[in-house]
């Protein structure tokens, strides 16, 4: 389907409802008024087959009176997306809830009423989310009357959960500070002996104000803030970001920078996918695996020192380019590397897939049914193992993705085994991209200029990071800086997908599943 | 007085021994997952460092959390006494006395479960929950394969029970003693929370069975259940080592130095258990939690099938 195709259509179908269209690049911008934006969601769902991938809002009340919220839809085979843009009064400050229609949207709305205080009208449940009790209510960061400097006062509230009552049914509370160097989430389990009937998880402990702390920077700082947002997702983060400032300035990268950011977004897909292995590993106490394969995510380190010299990939990417010729003059020891990495990978897959008493604790284990990964568009490899055979590599391509030969591995079953089989396939899968990349890649320019920016333009940069799809909006301001940034990373959407998939298994079994899931609590909370 | 004497040497040679099985089978994992791992006398150091340390108590705990240290750990030492170390010397003995060693056991295990309850957080009540599970599952195959070898024995005395196993010549010609020598090996795993029951390395709270009763305790406090459950570890595999892989026979004479030297040859079979146990650990995966009973059911069907055999074939 093409931009104008689908612009036609839609206007055709809801021209009741529909104020003005404009399509831009990929993009196709609808304004729409808010007593149809229910009906256009629900049917974009169902008759177009689009996904919600993004929702948030704009105060605009500076230039414009009012603010704005923008509902983006991926339509993923077609590589198109759609954003519907619904003005609020801020009188008002109410805009029609869809998460009745489309479940996906419920997070969302909720983080716009703690951001914005805007009140999505209908929305089957209210609680705060970004925000714990002892954040004062009407106190809404992203409000742009809001100073960054202010220091809201201690509201001494307690946290409410939702309670399952019952004989022999009990709760135990997990957390916010875990055995382990990991990062901090509360998670709320409601019991019948071992079995799990709710849980509940309290996200939201490292809120670190991402995006009221880009408003106003320069392209140059956004970057690094763009850098910081999960450790892990650092090189993706960055690209995504480099990818709608080089959209808004219109300009072509250079061959040579598309494919080195190809290999180190593969190299940190490998590192992360060997950590998480090992993770699986080690919480049914298989050392010997765990090891075996942190021994290997070592050797992927090996890669980075060669490369840049840094494990985290930070100041690796420039909008507009790369900062070096990382590659020049190291294709044979990297070709090396990588080969040694995939023999011993090989191996200690062999090993570990034939252990049946290892296939017997992940097989059946934190089921996520398709619908449900559906719904909640659940992504990445979380997305796949359920059989939602979508990539944002192959349906938006982007750096040198478009030239290159690799598959998507897909698994039905949803479980824990099958998010393993998905994460060991994909490591192949990098290794032979990485490798694919160095021999073919053109030789050339690293880096374009990236001129002016003109203000209040706006582009969507879409990466597949470790985790999933990964969304970033930019709108820039005047004088070369950032007006908006809205960063959505895939852990956003697979939370709430986790705490479904633990549903009904046993809570020794809680650690390896969410492993298995290996979500970012900083990428979830900006 | 010489019974007394032996008996204390018996104490000793125990109590000194039991944080090194911990050092040995800690090595044998690192080397098996390329590391260097901890020193093998590591948990000394542990021991006398947690000794030292301030024990930090819950405001909400009763006596009952500040009695079962020392109830554990007198639990475990008093039962070393009955645990003969070497079949040559006489030794405190009476019919019946491996009843009591298993019931001091599960006496300090009572408690263990109770005091894990008694700060009322978390992951104790878990703990205990499973661990109550855990070790009534396994109870019927001990207390099987134990008669099994007193119907042998012909006492319920343990140091008649390993003389008795020192005068069959070779064991492994007995089906009997392979089948009962397999359910103690599946035994001890349960008893003293290794792979595939439960995973001693583990940080994660939510899976854990024995560590996560000993998660409130701190300072000597915990050094005292840490030093009670390796000197029951040791007890156990004190009791396989004498009673199925006997050598006291082998011994051509007789005088201290036969003692001495028996004593060295009960070193060694307590190395040869601890790597054994170390390797299970290593080839094993943790079994997903309710797939212990049939864990449990194995070990009880090998106790039962060896107690059959025995009315079948004789000794």
Known sequence: MRIQDLQGKMEEQFRNHIIGSSPLRNELYLEVDSSGIKEICSSLESEFGCSLISLFAMDERENKGHFTIYYAFAERSAGLLIVLTVTVDPSQGIFPSISTKIPAAALYEREIQDLFGLHPLGHPGGKRLVFHGNWPENCRPLRRDFPLSSRPAFADEKMEFSTINGEGVFEIPVGPVHAGIIEPGHFRFSLAGEPILNLEAQLYFVHRGIEKLSEGKSIEKGFYISERISGDETFTNSLAYCQSIEKIAGIKVPDRAEYTRVLFAELERLTSHLGDLAGVCLDVAYGFAAYQIRMIRGWSYRVADELCGMRFLRSVNKPGGIRRDFVAGKEESLIALLKEIKKELEDTVDIVMHNSQFIDRVENTGILSNRIAVDLNASGPGGRASGIPYDVRKSFPYAAYGSLDFQVPVQNDGDVSSRVKVKVAECFQSISLMIQVIETMPTGEIKTELGMLAPYQFAFGLTESPRGENVHFIMTGENQTLLRYKVRTPSFCNWPALCHAVKGNIVPDFPLINKSFNLSYAGNDL | ?315
Not at chain 2, 62 to 88: D, M, Q, R
Not at chain 2, 121 to 149: D, K, Q, V, Y
């Open chain 2, 1 to 315: 007085m010489i019974v007394i004497a032996n008996n204390l040497i018996q104490l000793l040679v125990i109590l000194l021994l039991a944080p090194m099985v911990d050092g040995i089978i800690k090595k044998c994992k690192s080397l098996s997952q390329k590391r260097q791992g901890s020193p093998v006398l590591q948990m000394y150091y542990d021991l006398f460092k947690l000794i030292r340390k301030e024990s930090v108590v819950s405001d909400t705990a009763s006596w009952i959390y500040k009695a079962t240290p020392y109830i554990v750990f007198s639990t475990a030492a008093v039962g070393a006494l009955l645990v003969p170390i070497s079949t040559l010397m006489p030794s405190v003995q009476f019919s019946g006395d491996i009843i009591l060693l298993f019931s001091l056991l599960a006496l300090g295990r009572f408690f263990m479960c109770l005091a894990a309850l008694d700060t009322g957080s978390t992951f104790g009540g878990m703990g205990s929950s499973r661990e109550a599970l855990i070790s009534s599952l396994i109870e019927p195959s001990i207390l099987l394969s134990i008669f099994t070898i007193g119907l042998i024995a012909d006492s319920t005395s343990i140091h008649q029970m390993m003389r008795a196993m020192t005068e069959v010549g070779n064991p492994f010609l007995h089906p009997v003693y392979i089948l009962t020598f397999l359910a103690m090996l599946i035994i001890i795993l349960a008893e003293t929370s290794r792979i595939p029951v439960d995973d001693p390395a583990t940080h994660l709270e939510l899976t854990m069975v024995h560590e996560a009763m000993l998660l409130e305790y701190s300072g000597r406090h915990l050094a005292l259940m840490e030093y009670g459950a390796a000197v029951k570890q040791l007890i156990l595999m004190t009791l396989v080592a004498n009673l199925f892989l006997p050598m006291d026979q082998l011994i051509p004479f007789a005088g201290e130095g036969a003692f001495i030297l028996s004593i060295a040859l009960y070193a060694v079979r307590v190395i040869f258990l601890s790597v054994v146990i170390a390797i299970t650990e290593i080839s094993t995966v943790k079994f997903r939690f309710f797939s212990i009973p049939n864990l449990a059911a194995l070990s009880f069907i090998l106790s039962f099938l060896g107690f059959l055999q025995y009315f079948v074939l004789g000794r």
